[in-house]
């Protein structure tokens, strides 16, 4: 797992740190962990350094009272403008990876191989082992041990893609998507009907 327990910098206080700032496994904030606009790391205090420390303690104890509560991370509400340049945040690395496996499942046959099946199992059970969002990995592999992927076609891998998706928004306070076929064909294959 990567949560952190509360280490000796701990001091219990009220979390009071931008939400959304997350710890990697190393104990650091973690960048692709969090979403860009919450990345605002808390500004030295130059003029009193025993200040600075304590605001520190606090940034630390929130984040761990965060990471401990297992929930998802409630974004800021400005919008998400950056430069096009930047690397991608949590929620931009979501949108892309979602993108591409709901437009894989869609496209996934509906008799495949012994290969394919062999195939899109591996590259389901890559991602919790090498998805950069250290946090989002930790969950997507608990996820995945109480509900195996379902590889059989593409009408059953879209459903429990999505049903995993799913999983994501409800941690994260999203609203649900329907999961019949006829909602991720149209989302992700088919487009609206008129
Ligand atoms: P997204 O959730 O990225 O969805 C993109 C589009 O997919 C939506 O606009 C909608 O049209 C469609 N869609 C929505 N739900 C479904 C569904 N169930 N089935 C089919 N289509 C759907 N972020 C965190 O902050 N914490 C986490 O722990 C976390 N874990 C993640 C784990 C994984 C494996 C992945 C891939 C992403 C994770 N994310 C996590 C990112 C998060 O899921 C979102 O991608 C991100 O917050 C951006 O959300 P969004 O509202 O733009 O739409």
């Not at 995945?144 to 076609?153: A, E, L, Q, R, Y």
């Not at 994501?168 to 294959?189: A, H, M, P, Q, Y």
Request: net charge positive.
């Amino acid at each position: 797992s990567t949560l952190q327990m509360p280490g000796p910098e701990s001091d219990g206080s009220k979390p009071s740190l931008p939400p959304g700032m997350v710890l990697g496994p190393d104990g650091k904030p973690c960048k692709i962990c969090t979403a860009f606009r919450n990345w605002k790391p808390p500004k030295p205090n130059v003029q009193d350094s025993v200040a600075s420390t304590q605001s520190r303690k606090k940034t630390t104890a929130a984040m761990m009272a965060a990471l401990a509560s297992g929930k998802g991370f409630v974004s800021q509400p400005e919008p998400d403008i950056r430069p096009e340049h930047c690397p991608p945040d949590v929620e931009q690395l979501g949108r892309a990876t979602w993108t591409f496996l709901h437009t894989t499942a869609a496209y996934y046959p509906e008799r495949p191989t012994p290969n394919q099946r062999a195939n899109m199992l591996s590259l389901l059970r890559s991602l919790p082992v090498l998805y950069p969002c250290s946090h989002c990995a930790s969950h997507l592999e608990d996820n995945i041990k109480t509900h195996p992927p379902d590889v059989s076609g593409r009408v059953a891998l879209s459903r429990w893609l999505c049903q995993r998706h799913n999983d994501v928004n409800v941690r994260l306070g999203k609203s649900s998507f329907d999961c019949s076929i006829e909602k991720t064909d149209e989302r992700w294959k088919d487009g609206p009907s008129d």
